[in-house]
């Protein structure tokens, strides 16, 4: 009995007394609360001490990879970014986070069994029990949910990237990348671009300038050695098949009937609708494209949504639905500052029956800038599954999985300064008859502007 009490004495949490309901009152709430902030540290105190040793040792690293995480992004964000879009590192943090979680959920049943529920106050074993389960939902739930983010992650960017495609060098010290807006609605015979924009990104800086391209440019010069040179698209090196001849037709055109032109790009991930609309937004621009991104025009809502919506200054009524004489319109959008959920976004972009196809245009421009503003950090985390199941609905890529930790770093740069946009269209230029000198001229001015000889005063 004297060794008990000068253990008791020495060592109320391993050694209580088991007889006062409240010391052991006070002492489980000292375990459980433990248990929550340093896990494995209840069973070091107060139970199996080979099993508390192994949680404190899983415990500390992960704290210190948490710390380091932190501290590599601060200082090269582009380390993190790897781990991140890579499938390797993703499945070991998946393993890591899962086996986490079943600790916690062992060390807290444990920490409950040294608690002795039977021996502390009447009064506060319910509140006790119900406090240590609350816990165990926010700790192992979280690294269990953590777990689950980390495997859509994984599903995510294999669904939408390729990881056969090789990495493509910058070209003038830029990375120009095709946006093809596809839109296969019901009154389309399959697919073709309704929208195509040229986002050119400066590999260094980020500085990013957007070049719309209208979809009814014709007489389009293909880049030299494309494929449709010298068939009847394009007999002299010009897109001219006769009527409807503009660019957005090459698309549908080549995927129904001449696949075989581009025999390797379903391998390169791409297709040959792509390939030929490159080779003429090449040709006509002077420029070459690395990469393209196509957006399904009919999930396009989805992807909105998910992001929770975008912000809008709407300048003038835009009718949802409709035709040219106003019938079976489903509703208007009205001028003003606008948060438009997906659908109206979609009408947004789409509606055209009382304003022109550049004006459209325009409005397209604005949709694209205002939801990358939205892929902001905290707006991605939260909404991270709605975003990836959007994201592997609606988008098509050929950008290798191997070089997305670049591309977000330089993304980080893009969001930080203004984007630039250039149209190609009317009064400055003529879609059914272009200039492709003055075309030329304008994109290379737009992507290497002269520093101003202007000086303030």
């Known amino acids: 009995m004297t060794t008990m009490t000068a253990n008791s004495t020495a060592s109320p949490i391993r050694y209580p007394d088991t007889s006062s309901p409240k010391a052991m ?18 069973q070091v105190l107060a139970g199996n001490r080979k099993l508390g040793r192994f949680g404190l040792y899983f415990t500390f690293a992960l704290w210190i990879l948490a710390i380091l995480g932190i501290v590599i992004y601060l200082i090269w964000p582009q380390v993190i970014f790897s781990v991140a879009t890579n ?24 920490t409950l069994r040294l608690v002795r529920l039977v021996n502390v106050g009447t009064r506060a074993r319910p509140a ?84 719309g391209i209208p979809r009814n440019l014709e007489q389009v010069p293909l880049r030299e050695g494309s494929p449709l040179i010298g068939t009847d698209y394009a007999p002299d090196g010009n897109y001219d098949c006769g ?47 690395q990469y393209y991104v196509m957006i399904d025009m009919q999930g396009f809502s ?14 003038e009524k835009l009718p949802m639905g409709g035709d040219e004489d106003g019938n079976e319109i489903e509703g208007w959008i009205w001028p003003g500052e606008q948060h438009m959920n997906g659908y109206t976004a979609l009408w947004y972009a789409r509606s055209r029956h009382t304003t022109s196809d550049y004006d459209r245009m325009q409005r397209q421009g604005e949709l694209q800038t205002a939801i990358l503003n939205q892929f902001q950090p905290v707006n991605v985390l939260t909404k991270f599954q709605g975003i990836v199941e959007a994201g592997t609905q609606v988008v ?44 030329r001229t304008t994109v290379q001015a737009a992507l290497n502007p002269t520093p101003s000889t202007d000086t303030a005063g």
């Open 243 to 289: 009527s409807d001849c503009q660019i957005s037709f090459l698309y549908p055109r080549v995927e129904a009937f001449d696949q075989d032109l581009y025999p390797n790009a379903d391998a390169e991930g791409s297709n040959p609708g792509v390939e030929a609309t490159k080779d003429a937004v090449e040709g006509a621009l002077n420029i070459t494209i």
């Open 25 to 42: 009152t006070v002492r489980g709430w000292w375990l459980v609360v433990l248990n929550f902030l340093i896990p494995g540290s209840a």
């Open 128 to 211: 006790l029990a119900l406090f240590s389960v609350l816990l165990l939902v926010v700790t192992s739930g979280g690294a269990a949910g953590a777990a689950y983010l980390a495997n859509v992650a994984q599903s995510g960017l294999s669904s939408v990237f390729s990881a056969q495609a090789a990495a493509e060098p910058p070209v003038d010290g830029r990375y120009n990348i095709l946006l093809l807006g596809g839109d296969a609605g019901p009154d389309r015979d399959g697919m073709r671009p309704d929208s195509m924009t040229v986002v050119s990104i400066d590999a260094d800086t980020g500085k990013a300038t957007m070049i």
């Open 87 to 110: 499938p390797v590192p993703l499945t070991i943090v998946q393993g890591v986070l899962v086996a986490y979680a079943v600790l916690w959920v062992i060390l807290t049943l444990d």
């Open 302 to 315: 989805d992807l909105i949504d998910a992001l929770g919506g975008v912000d809008i200054n709407v300048t």
């Open 396 to 439: 098509q890529t050929d950008i290798p999985q191997s070089t997305l930790s670049y591309f977000l770093d330089l993304a980080l740069k893009t969001k930080s300064q203004p984007i630039d946009r250039i149209d190609l269209t009317p009064p400055l230029i003529d879609p059914e008859d272009p200039d492709w000198d003055l075309v």
